[in-house]
């Protein structure tokens, strides 16, 4: 009786373990999977900044990272190539030449 209480503790404790390692194994993914995600987030949004800040001439910029839409008068839709795509909607005032952000958000396909 007392052999089937022990051998029932030892695989409790091991399927224990088991669990354990397949956590630790999820939270590693987990944790490699956000940092690669927000690398691409940073990677995204300095490449729409660079058209954002180039928009008035873009004759300039040496290599094209976005989409650049006109919208209507002075309203331009910039989406980033690369992944994950943040799309910005921006006023671009003629007088200054500064583009004001007013919203922005991320594509999925």
Do not use: Y
């Amino acid at each position: 009786m007392i052999l089937v209480w022990v051998t029932s503790l030892l695989l409790l404790g091991s399927s224990l373990l088991v669990c354990l390692e397949r956590l630790t194994a999820l939270r590693i993914v987990e944790v490699n999977t956000i940092a690669m995600a927000q690398q691409g987030f940073m990677e995204s949004e300095k490449s729409v900044l660079a058209c954002e800040k180039n928009l008035s001439n873009l004759s300039t910029l040496s290599e094209n990272t976005c989409f650049i839409q006109s919208i209507s008068k002075n309203h331009w839709l910039i989406t980033s190539k690369s992944k994950p795509a943040i799309q910005v909607h921006v006023a671009l005032d003629e007088k200054t030449g500064i583009a004001t952000r007013l919203n922005w958000r991320q594509v999925f396909e």
